[in-house]
Structures are given as C-alpha cells and as structure tokens.
C-alpha cells in the first residue's frame, strides 16, 4: 500500500515542475548575484523575476519584498527590528500563534521588557476583536502580530477588519501569512499591513526558502548584518536555486488556486462527513466561515484506542500530525488546543490536505480509522 501524506500544513510535497526549474539552475547557473560580471548577472536576474511575481501576487513593489531562508527568520527580523526602529512601546498578539512568534515575542519581553498583551481566543481560536480594538485607541507606538490562518485548527483572521484596526500611525502590523500565502489570494493592496512573511515549503516550494513584505514606509534596518544583499536588508549570498522555487511554486499555484481549492474543500467535507458517522467526533477551529479548507483539526472521544490513533496511523501508512507538543516523552495538547480549551483527555489529529490528494485516500484513511476505534 503506498503511504497517505496527511500532512500539509507541516509541510508539502514539490511540484515536478519545481523541481525540474530548480535542477537546471543548478546545473547551469553559479555565479554570484552580487558580482558584477555575466555570471553574477544571470543570477541576480533569478532573484529579480522571483522578486517581481512575489511583488504582482501581494499587489505590492518589487523593493518591497525580501527573501530569506524561512519564514522563522522573517518573523524574528520584522518583529525584533520593528521593536528597535518604531520605538514600540507593547507588543499585541494571542497564544494561538506558530512558536516562531511566540518565542520571539518572550525574548523581546525579556530583553526590552516590553508588555506582550495576548487577546483573548473563543473556542475556535478567533482573537477578540473588540479587546484589540480597546487596546488600540490608546495612542502608544503598538507592534500588532497575528497569524492569517492558524496551522493547527486553520482558524482565520478577519484580514480586512484587523488591516482597518491597525490604520492609525502609532500602530504597525505584521501578518505571519504561512498557511495562506499560495492557497487564496493573499494581497497587501490597500490594506494596512506594514509586514507580512511566508515561506516556500508550504506551497510546494522548496524548504530553506522565504520571504517577508515590508511596506515602503514601515521601513526596519536588517537583522542579519554582512554583505549589502536584498539591498542591504537581509545579508548573506542569496539561495538562488531556492528563491527559483519559490517563484515557480507560487506562479503554480496562483495559476491553479481557484482548482485546487475547490478540490480540498471537497475532500474536507467528505472526511469531516465520514468522521462526523464515527461517534463522538468534534471539529477544532471555526467551521463554517473563516476557515481554511487544507487543515482539519479532529477531536476524538476519550479511549485507549484514541490514545493511540496517531501511531495506529503511522504504522498503517497515513502520515499526520497529532497537533500535540511531546515533552518527556509525555504528550500533552498544544499551546494551541489549549488555548481553545479543548479538553485534555480527548486526543487531537490534524489531517492536512493538497492537490495531490485524493477522494480515495480519504476513503481510506476512514475505513482505517473506523478499523482502529472498533
Ligand atoms: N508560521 C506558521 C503559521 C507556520 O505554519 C510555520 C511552519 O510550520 C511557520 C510560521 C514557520 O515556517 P518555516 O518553517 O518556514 O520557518
């Protein structure tokens, strides 16, 4: 039986055609960007028509965008040097947040001893938006950072109705944007959004490869200092084989978003249709709106059998992800599920869908899990 990959959200699979742009830059092009002669040029010519499509998908400009190694790097540059340069005062965000912000954030506490003011989440993991309106007419220098799409529940943000909370001056807002970024439309146009980061592997790019948007007037001095690369905003030789795959995966899926959307939701609502007959099955994170098709976060009753579901799957050959942080070998939910206070003795899976998947494979991941409860 060949493997079911469920996993998605965690990371993806390449595109062929990625692969095939990414293996014949390497096989012919190695000069570096930064140098000045032919073979520099063709290189940086790599980066600039990356840098353009990333710029017409986010309706933003070309001098606006900055590539890095992963979005981990690109939340830590904006949020560390946004706190430096815009003398902010308080730090808003929640605790749903991916831990490559809320690890940040604990170390701007302590090293700036500024207040990091989490929003309340409800049950489904929508931050409150009337609390970050309050906060926000009080008219301290605010750094705002909010997921679009949360990777564990795929509960949504309002982008629209935050943009419009964080308008006035003494605010800036960054977008961590991963799970949207290739899957909808994600556009900084006319919105305001001073910083919005992604990363390739996502949307079936190549790993080691990112980005961040920076608006033209928000602008924060680099946080990897050396060479005068990404005009001197983020240094280092640039992974032009990387930053190729990131434009051929987005162009994809740009191409094809509309397709491939549709298609995830219907496996969704077939395996959520599926699951729902099992018994006492419930859904993390928003269901009915505001919600992102590829994440389906499952809550199982309590029972030895449940407790063992994510191996019984993997030795099955379905690759998930329990949603749950392993510490001394001892599971336990995540910072997620229990912001959302999900009730610890119920056992959580997160099943992550993309194009490649199949009504099939749902089919069968329901008849096995039907198998494993029984
Ligand atoms: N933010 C979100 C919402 C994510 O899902 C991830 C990846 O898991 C990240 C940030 C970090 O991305 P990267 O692996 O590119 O550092």
Redesign the pocket.
Known sequence: MQRIYFDN??TTPMHPEVVSVMTEIMNGTFGNPSSIHMHGRTSRSIIEAARKTVAKALEASIGEIFFTS????A?NTVLKMAVENHQIKRIISSPTE?H?TLHTLEFIEKTHHLPIIYLDVDENGNPDMSQLQALLQEETPTLVTL?Y?N?EIGTMIDLDVVSELCAPDHVFFHC?A??AVGKIPVSVGGKHIDYLSS?A??FHGPKGV?FFYMNGDSIIPPYILGGAQERNMRAGTENIYGIAGLEKALEIQLNRQADTYAHILQLRNHFKEELSKLGDIQFNGNQEDHFMPHILSVSFPPSPKGDMLMFNLDISGISASSGSACSSGIENDSHVLQAIGHPAERKSIRFSFSEYNTMEEVDQAINLIKSILE
């Open positions: 959200a965690s992963c979005a981990t790097e939340i991916h490559c997921m799409v990777n961590d991963v799970q990363s592997h996502k990112g």
